[in-house]
């Protein structure tokens, strides 16, 4: 059923509909292991969202999956398939750290973080550029070579930090410190203008900065030529070149802006969380990235709010695991699984149903 349906069903109904679905089943598999499955949802709901810390570690998990997710989306809307988010934020983490490793004595952290987060988009790029070649010039699959580079960029990181960059004497594999200017501020005073308190919660501006990203997508794709050209090879590559657009600009210029994204999202870990650089600089974000820009339909406002779901699933599903032992840290990715799946592979489940129930609706109608 290929029928036309409002982009308030495409976006939202659907959607809706495959998350409902999701925790149906992981009710069940609650039900199962002997829980009470509304239970296991209020304290999911409150640990991520009824008390200040827990809203600020939801946002924390949340900015990191907008900039996945959205770098999963640049990519889509050229018919490309980008699974490197991950190795990128590692190639970006290390781009972030230099730049705050060697300015962190000079400059204040309002300098530093901008010149912290280019550096970590041209870092991320450059590693997305390497694929983007291969597949516009070599053929190469780009999910083949993304892949790949998922566990160069991973291997060649636990070099650096275990042979170049990690502190005389010290067992972690890991860089120094970031003096005080290499830190970026906590929005600890500015969420309490709202009445909540976070505590601990690493919430920093990088969240700003992901909003802002969204922007930029948003007005990318959809307000210029670059944009239109973008969606046009991925609707219709043939046509797209038919009309003197080039498949290689296409290619590699999504990409590099794909694994920018992507690389900027180490902002937010490394300079915002840990001051410092450290092994797993992604943590998964750029895998959750995919199932973030699926569940989001690629657009920047979904995907923030698929980008806030999976921060609320990261953050309640811990509070989840304290509060009720039986279920285990596996069992909230098992229900986190069902949710990627429900909202990926299973996307077209509920849509046929849904196109025949409008048809039939215009077909009374007229």
């Known amino acids: 059923m290929n029928a036309q349906l409002p982009r308030w069903v495409d976006l939202g109904l659907i959607p809706l509909l495959n998350l409902v679905a999701a925790f149906l089943v992981a009710g069940l598999v609650v039900l199962i292991i002997g829980e009470d499955p509304i239970k296991a949802v209020e304290v999911i709901v409150w640990g991520a969202l009824g008390w200040g810390e827990g809203i600020g570690f939801t ?29 990128q934020a590692y190639i970006g983490g290390l781009g972030v750290a230099i730049a705050c490793l060697a300015l962190d004595t000079a400059l204040p952290w309002w300098l530093i973080a901008p010149i912290a987060a280019v550096m970590g988009g041209a870092f991320g790029a450059g590693w997305a ?33 275990v042979n170049v960059m990690k502190v005389e004497g ?21 969420m309490s203008l709202f009445g909540q308190d976070i505590g601990g919660a690493p919430l920093n501006v990088s969240f700003f900065l992901a909003i802002a990203a969204c922007i930029f997508c948003w007005a990318l794709i959809w307000r210029t030529k670059l944009g239109y050209e973008i969606r046009t090879f991925g609707a219709n590559p043939t046509a797209a070149n038919y009309a003197g657009i080039s498949a290689t600009k296409i290619i590699v210029v999504a990409m590099c802006i794909s694994g920018a994204l992507a690389g900027m999202m180490a902002l937010n ?28 339909r690629a657009h920047p406002l979904g995907v ?40 990926g592979a299973l996307e077209f489940m509920f849509r046929p149903a849904v196109a025949r129930l409008f048809a039939m609706g215009k077909t009374e109608a007229a």
Do not use: C, W
């Open 59 to 87: 946002l924390f998990y949340a900015t990191n999956f907008i900039f996945t997710g959205l770098a999963v989306a640049i990519a889509f809307h050229a018919g490309l398939f980008n699974i490197g988010g991950e190795g």
């Open 129 to 161: 550029l390497i694929p983007a070649y291969l597949q516009a010039k070599r053929g190469s699959h780009i999910v083949i070579t993304t892949i790949m580079f998922n566990f160069i960029g991973a291997s060649l990181m636990a070099y650096l930090l």
């Open 170 to 190: 010290a067992m972690a594999p890991e860089s120094r410190t970031f003096e005080e200017a290499g830190r970026l501020p906590k929005l600890d005073g500015f």
């Open 269 to 296: 870990p490394v300079m915002g969380d840990q001051n410092r650089l450290f092994l797993d600089v992604a943590g998964g974000a750029g895998f959750v990235g995919i199932a973030v820009a699926l569940m989001g």
């Open 304 to 343: 923030a709010l698929a980008a806030l779901l999976f921060g609320v699933l990261y953050q309640g599903g811990a509070e989840l695991a304290f509060e009720m032992p039986t279920i285990t840290r596996d069992m909230v990715v098992v229900i986190q699984g069902l949710v990627v799946l429900f909202a």
